[in-house]
C-alpha cells in the first residue's frame, strides 16, 4: 500500500524569505500524480501545484517550485518569497495509477504541516 | 455549480442521534470523493462514487456510516447512533473520471470547505 510521509508537523519562515516542505511517499508504482495541497483555516484545500510521475522537470507556479526526486521517493515544496497569505497547513498527496478492480484512483496524503509566516 | 458545495457547514449533535452530510460535486464531475479529516491530521479516505455506484467504500469505518448518490451528482453521507469518536470535518471532493475532448484531465480533486460534525 501507498503511504505519504510529512516529518515537519510544523515550519515558520520570515515575511520574503523562502522556505521548503519536505514529503517522502512509498509506491511501488510507476505512474501516479504527486499533489501539494494548501488548507487555510477557512478548511477548503486548494490546490498549490502538481507533479505527473512521468516528467523529469519540476514543475512551478510563481513562487511555488518542487523538488521531485523519482528515485528517492522525494517531492519537496519550495515557497519562494513567502508572504503572510501563504500561512496554512499544506497537504503532500499523492494519486495512484488507475485500479481497474476497484474502477478508482486512490488519493493519500500526509499528515500536514502548518506553515506561520513571521512579518 | 461552479464549486463543489457542502451543506451544513457546521453540526452540532448529541451522542446516538442521526446525522446526514450533503455534498454537491461540481457539474459534470463524475467521480465523488468522502473523506474525514480529524484534528491536527491528514485526510483520510472514506468512500469514492463513481456515477451512481459506490465504487470502493473501503474507507468506512463501520456499519454506522453509509453514504448515497442516487442521482450520480448530490452525495449524501449518512451516520446512524453517532459517537464522540465521529467529531471531524468530513471532507467532500470531486474530479473528472475522464477528460472530455479537448479537455486535459488534470489528476487534481477539488474539495469543498467541509461539514465539521461536533458529537456531544
Known amino acids: 500500500a501507498q503511504t505519504v510521509t510529512q516529518s515537519q508537523p510544523e515550519m515558520s519562515v520570515q515575511e520574503a524569505e523562502t522556505v521548503t516542505l519536505s514529503c517522502t511517499y512509498d509506491?511501488?508504482?510507476?505512474?501516479?500524480?504527486l499533489f501539494w495541497y494548501k488548507q487555510p483555516p477557512s478548511r477548503q484545500m486548494i490546490l498549490v501545484i502538481r507533479?505527473?510521475?512521468?516528467?523529469?522537470q519540476n514543475a512551478t507556479e510563481n513562487r511555488f517550485s518542487v523538488n521531485f526526486q523519482k528515485a528517492a521517493k522525494s517531492f519537496s515544496l519550495k515557497i519562494s518569497d513567502s508572504q503572510l497569505g501563504d500561512a496554512a497547513m499544506y497537504f503532500c498527496?499523492?494519486?495512484?495509477?488507475?485500479?481497474?478492480?476497484?474502477?478508482?484512483?486512490?488519493?493519500?496524503f500526509g499528515t500536514g504541516t502548518r506553515l506561520k509566516v513571521l512579518a | 455549480g461552479a464549486g463543489v458545495s457542502q451543506t451544513p457547514s457546521n453540526k452540532v449533535t448529541e451522542k446516538g442521534k442521526y446525522v446526514e452530510l450533503r455534498c454537491d460535486p461540481i457539474s459534470g464531475h463524475t467521480a465523488l470523493y468522502w473523506y474525514r479529516q480529524s484534528l491536527g491530521q491528514g485526510p483520510e479516505f472514506l468512500i469514492y462514487?463513481?456515477?451512481?455506484?459506490?465504487?470502493?467504500d473501503s474507507g468506512l469505518p463501520n456499519d454506522r456510516f453509509f453514504a448515497v448518490r442516487p442521482e450520480g451528482s448530490v452525495s449524501t453521507l449518512k451516520i446512524q447512533r453517532t459517537e464522540r469518536g465521529d467529531s471531524a470535518v468530513y471532507l467532500c471532493a470531486s474530479s473528472l473520471r475522464r477528460a472530455r475532448r479537448g479537455q486535459a484531465n488534470t489528476g487534481e480533486l477539488f474539495f469543498g470547505e467541509g461539514s465539521r460534525l461536533t458529537v456531544l
Open positions: 509506491t511501488s508504482e510507476s505512474d501516479y500524480y
Open positions: 507533479q505527473e510521475a512521468y516528467k523529469q
Open positions: 462514487f463513481q456515477g451512481t455506484g459506490a465504487a470502493d
Open positions: 498527496a499523492y494519486r495512484s495509477s488507475y485500479d481497474f478492480t476497484s474502477g478508482t484512483y486512490k488519493y493519500i
